[in-house]
């Protein structure tokens, strides 16, 4: 298993310019979410994802736009970037075992975004 | 708001001592505590911690979660230059069957040889 892949590794955009960082795994959860970590922050929420068709809003969502419409991709997309979104991001998968309770989750390797 | 707390931001130690890492949290809904290390890239998963009293154990590395006083910390013992990382702590508040996991700024710890 590759896990969970990001693509790409780094990227520079300029403001207002859009992209789309993407996100696959290939371990079958259900589960998926995309992080934005800053400098000497901790991991921040922006989008998760319970199963194909169904997204919902983290703590940090604005700006940031997703779809799942495979259980492998979770694509993030940002339409107007801004400095404020110069960040790591992170994309990461689980699989929920109804009545287990939690579950750990598997990180990708991360993206490097710049916006000047 | 949910709230984990880590402490401390940072700390440096000679290779062979103890560390000790600490997280507090205040949840609505606490479901369990989870333990990662990041070096360069990624988190990596430790442990996951769900009752009072418990210690989770791996090699050098343990663990231990008190649900009365609301935090858990992370051992290290006999301290080697691989485990320098960020060390992160998140807990799962889950109110509504929906996963959500708040984190800790994490604590920077550096082994010196």
């Known amino acids: 298993n590759a896990g969970v892949t990001q693509t790409p590794k780094f990227r520079i955009l300029k403001i207002g310019q859009s992209m789309t960082l993407q996100c696959t795994q290939d371990?079958?959860?259900?589960?998926m979410y995309w992080y934005r970590q800053d400098p000497g922050m901790g991991l921040k929420l922006i989008y998760y994802?319970?199963?194909?068709?169904?997204?919902d809003k983290g703590e940090v969502p604005n700006g940031y736009n997703v779809s799942r419409s495979t259980t492998e991709d979770f694509p993030l997309r940002l339409e107007l970037a801004a400095p404020s979104q110069t960040s790591v991001y992170f994309c990461?998968?689980?699989?929920?075992?109804?009545?287990?309770?939690?579950?750990?989750?598997?990180f990708g390797p991360g993206t490097r975004l710049t916006v000047t | 708001e949910d709230k984990v707390v880590q402490s401390p931001l940072s700390l440096v130690v000679h290779e062979g001592d103890t560390v000790t890492l600490n997280c507090s949290y205040e949840?609505?809904?606490?479901?369990?505590l989870l333990w990662y290390k990041q070096e360069k890239k990624a988190p990596t998963f430790l442990f996951m911690l769900?009752?009072?009293?418990i210690e989770k154990k791996s090699g050098r590395l343990s663990s231990i979660l008190d649900k009365k006083e609301l935090f858990s910390i992370l051992n290290i013992t006999a301290t080697q230059t691989g485990d320098s990382a960020i060390y992160l702590c998140?807990?799962?508040?889950?109110?509504?069957?929906?996963?959500?996991?708040?984190f800790g700024t994490g604590t920077r710890l550096t082994i010196i040889p």
């Open positions: 769900t009752s009072s009293g």
């Open positions: 998140a807990v799962d508040s889950n109110p509504f069957g929906n996963e959500k996991l708040t």
């Open positions: 949840v609505t809904n606490f479901r369990s």
């Open positions: 994802s319970v199963g194909a068709g169904i997204t």
């Open positions: 371990m079958n959860h259900n589960y």
């Open positions: 990461a998968s689980s699989y929920y075992y109804e009545g287990r309770g939690s579950y750990e989750q598997y």
